[in-house]
């Protein structure tokens, strides 16, 4: 009986020698890493934040609200209609830098707006560099000094609000706003994504 009692107290010790064990080897472990940030975030962060405008904007409908997030923290959220259609976006506002609206397709990006964008390099090069756009909405003017005109590639998922100075001399040609969304046919610019609505027109907003 005794010897019962003493392997009945050997098999508890080493029991609790056991579970001491599993808890100090969960404790040293290392702690889990963090998850590979997304492929959109570098991308966002090169277009609106470095200036470095896409020559095709392929991608973005699967860059969702965290990517966002991540690189031009919180935003504002709101809803209105594009091309009729009632959506929710987001804005970002960031110091110094321009202001960006998302407009959402369930959680993923449909267009992207930036206003007041400061491009890298010369805005000029960057336009010829695209070559002939598939449509060149009527220009209008700016307060006074500035004449815009929207230049629409949709094939590359791109548009642009070009200014043209007015001034004596001129000023360097600027990227007044721009639009990007997954490559797309000319209608479904205008149908679709904004391109026939008054607000896509309307400066400053």
């Not at 599993?22 to 590979?36: E, G, V």
């Not at 594009?82 to 407009?103: D, K, N």
């Not at 100075?165 to 706003?177: E, F, H, N, Q, Y």
Request: hydrophobic share 40%.
């Amino acid at each position: 009986m005794r010897a019962i009692v003493l392997c009945a107290a050997l098999a508890a010790c080493a029991s609790r020698d056991d579970a001491k064990a599993n808890l100090m080897s969960r404790s040293s472990s290392p702690p889990p890493t963090s998850p590979i940030s997304s492929a959109c975030e570098p991308r966002l962060r090169a277009w609106l934040i470095d200036g470095d405008l896409p020559a095709d904007a392929s991608g973005i409908s699967a860059c969702t609200r965290r990517d966002f997030d991540a690189v031009l923290g919180p935003g504002e959220d709101g809803s209105g209609k594009l091309s009729g259609t009632s959506r929710a976006w987001t804005r970002y506002v960031r110091a110094g830098g321009p202001s960006v609206r998302v407009w959402w397709s369930s959680d993923h990006a449909l267009l992207i707006v930036v206003d007041n964008l400061v491009v890298h390099g010369d805005a000029a090069a960057l336009v010829t560099s695209l070559g002939s756009p598939a449509s060149e909405g009527p220009s209008r003017t700016k307060q006074m000094d500035w004449t815009i005109a929207d230049l629409v590639y949709p094939a590359r998922g791109l548009t642009l609000s070009v200014a043209d100075s007015l001034a004596t001399p001129p000023a360097p040609r600027r990227i007044a706003a721009a639009y990007l969304y997954e490559p797309t046919t000319l209608d479904a610019w205008g149908s679709q994504l904004g391109g026939h609505d008054e607000w896509v027109r309307r400066f400053p907003r």
